[in-house]
DNA sequence: AACTAATTTAAACAAATGTTTAATTTAATT
DNA sequence: AATTAAATTAAACATTTGTTTAAATTAGTT
């Protein structure tokens, strides 16, 4: 879908009231204002709240599994490599689109918008089918333990990166971080979320040596 | 706080509709309907919807911190027990209290209503404390590795559940659980993810022997 | 039985909700 | 310049929202 420049500021002027007042707590009024339009042309452009709901999942999970995809056929790097570059590639995803993301954990908790549902369905399906792949190539060329869990191993990546991120400000004040500006901070979260979560995945996937 | 069936039937019927609906999603009819009770009665006991949602938090929170404070005090375990003890302790709260842990995630989130947020921020900082103290006490028993950081510890293994729980459809479906009850499906789930945590855990934190 | 306090009710309140309308302005095409 | 299509607007629409009211009922006390 391309959009124009009126209708991709209602689609971020959207996501950013949805994901912090929720879907139910921001209003189509809150929405046109924000994104300085008049109400009716959120109708006009998107139908309904829902359908523009639909559009802000279409719009930000559109080509997502592509890079993964592209990464798995890359004959050059070992399996530990490959699954740290999606450790990093998931990381930063979820840390510069933290709003979508968000409201990602909300739709999957509520499941209120049936088309949402069903395409984060398929979405978290192919996920899991590419990364269960790159555990079984790992496995055949002895560099993973066998029997690890995709499901699992991508419910602890991103469970970690998005409860981090639920509670920043409390992590934060833990670690006398005051000072520091959102972009440093972010950039210092970044660090040591992929750090933790390449130990953790090697900790437990890989033979003692 | 002491409440009569009556106040306990509403504070029931609403965190079952906040944390399915949302909190803006469901409304004060829905969740009069739901207990069986007139919407005046809700205003009646409670005061407002914002402080019936308070009440939903401080009555679910309360003495929530004490078994692991008492934990800590047992001089008769190793900390990698205590520790285990702990992690046994949140996976069965959290899978137990699904429809709380849910609403609390939303209000971490949006962050609306200051008295909730003020509350959960106490919580977070005590837990901290607690869990802070063990990896203290075991590093220097030499059980643990030194320099791990407690806030990261805390949120790979709340957030491993919660993603999990979120998410638990596609696990059911992806490892062909489909003809289990909701009952078997969560002891087969709480197994699996005290397992799996453990190993996260002890893989982290203990020196490789 | 009489009285008081607590509970419960249906109805009403103003404010806010998502959506539509019909008129107007702007842009594009002939 | 005239015509058509697209974009934009303020106002109105019917519902739904959280809360309050004032009357009715129930429970507890004297």
Redesign the pocket.
């Known amino acids: 879908m391309n959009y124009?420049d009126?209708q991709l500021q209602i689609l971020n002027s959207a996501e950013k009231l949805f994901s912090c007042k929720g879907y139910d707590g921001?209003?189509?009024?809150?929405i046109a204002e924000e994104a300085g339009?008049?109400?009716?042309?959120?109708?006009?452009y998107f139908g309904?709240?829902?359908k523009l709901m639909q559009a802000i999942f279409e719009s930000r999970t559109s080509q997502l599994t592509e890079k993964i995809e592209g990464l798995l056929k890359n004959e050059g790097l070992t399996p530990l490599q490959k699954l740290e570059i999606v450790v990093d590639d998931y990381v930063d995803r979820i840390i510069s689109k933290e709003r979508f993301y968000k409201l990602m954990i909300c739709e999957q908790m509520m499941e209120k918008n049936t088309v949402v549902t069903e395409l984060l369905n398929a979405l978290k399906k192919k996920n899991t089918e590419l990364l269960g792949k790159l555990l079984k190539d790992g496995e055949q060329k002895k560099a993973f333990k066998p029997g690890i869990d995709p499901v699992m191993l991508f419910n602890t990546m991103i469970g970690t990166v998005l409860q981090t991120f639920i509670n920043k400000d409390h992590y934060k004040i833990q670690n006398h971080l005051e000072q520091l500006g959102e972009e440093e901070f972010k950039k210092l979260l970044l660090e040591k979320l992929t750090k933790h979560i390449k130990e953790l995945f090697k900790a437990i996937l890989q033979y003692e040596d």
Chains 1, 2 share one sequence.
Do not use: G, L, P
Not at 26 to 30: C, L, T
Not at 37 to 44: F, K, L, P, R
């Open positions: 124009n009126k921001a209003s189509v009024r809150d339009v008049n109400i009716a042309m959120i109708s006009y309904s709240k829902e």
